[in-house]
């Protein structure tokens, strides 16, 4: 006899009054099979009890290294489902049981970063490289500039170069000194008690029909060198004094007062 709602077998109470569905729970009257109503909130397999079916056994617990293999095998089996995610040339790929697959949306943002990353890249060397060849071409400019003012500015690192003729009124005293190289012609100075014309420095300083007169007329120190041609050099201190490694080389000059040195300088002509 079979269950007339899910055709399962049936069980008999000893009572044979009964018999239960092992599949549905469902009970019935025999031999009718009219299906007996379960109270509200009462288990039919607890109501089939008081009908006089046999309790339900209990399964037996899995022991203990039964459950540990079977939570490992559980595991085992999640992952061989889940796969494995692997990159190839930056993109992530799925491998698992089933075969290779790639996750579509994964890939595009993987791809759309990837590109972004190298198009910045590329931006940012390019900006770098523009910089770097600004500054390069700015010092070029710079130290180009710097030169030619050296050499174009009066005064300026000649090294040795053609004199340059200065403008001097002779109402003041006149210096020159670094790598100035200058020349004086056909002044008239007359500066009573003040040192007339100073020489320091590297400076070359050529004299030409000057006529000069103070508490010294020319005084030449430090590495410079005066060349004196023709005109009158008047002192009354001295007409020249020249000291550390200062030359003073005259040639047919009119001399009015000493002429004085010390240390390594040289004077000649006079």
Not at 30 to 41: F, H, K, R, T
Not at 81 to 91: L, N
Not at 132 to 144: D, K, R, S
Not at 204 to 231: F, I, P, Q, R, Y
């Amino acid at each position: 006899m079979t269950c007339p709602v899910c055709t399962a077998a049936l069980e008999f109470a000893p009572s044979g009054a009964h018999a239960r569905c092992g599949r549905c729970d469902r009970i019935f009257v025999l031999p009718a099979l009219d299906e007996v109503s379960v109270p509200v909130g009462v288990d039919p397999v607890e109501h089939g009890e008081t009908l006089g079916f046999p309790a339900a056994s209990m399964p037996m617990p899995v022991d203990p290294m039964t459950a540990t293999k079977n939570a490992f095998a559980a595991r085992a089996a999640e992952k061989a489902k889940a796969g494995v995610r692997v990159k190839f040339g930056g993109v992530a790929v799925d491998v698992g049981s089933g075969g290779v697959g790639v996750n579509t949306d994964r890939l595009e943002k993987d791809l759309k970063k990837k590109a972004g990353d190298t198009v910045s890249g590329w931006i940012w060397g390019c900006v770098g490289s523009v910089v770097i060849g600004g500054l390069v071409l700015l010092g070029f400019v710079v130290i180009g500039g710097i030169v030619t003012w050296q050499v174009l500015m009066p005064g300026g690192s000649s090294g040795g170069g053609a004199s340059e003729v200065a403008a001097w009124d002779g109402k003041a005293p006149f210096s020159c000194g670094g790598n100035d190289n200058v020349t004086l012609s056909g002044v008239s100075a007359a500066l009573p008690g003040q040192i007339a014309i100073t020489a320091g420095g590297n400076c070359e300083l050529t004299l030409e029909g000057v006529d000069v007169s103070g508490g010294t007329a020319v005084s030449a120190a430090g590495n410079a060198k005066v060349t004196v041609s023709g005109g009158r050099l008047a002192g009354t201190d001295a007409a020249v004094s020249a000291s550390a490694n200062a030359t003073v080389t005259a040639s047919g000059v009119k001399v009015e007062g000493e002429v004085k040195k010390k240390g390594g300088a040289k004077v000649s002509g006079f």
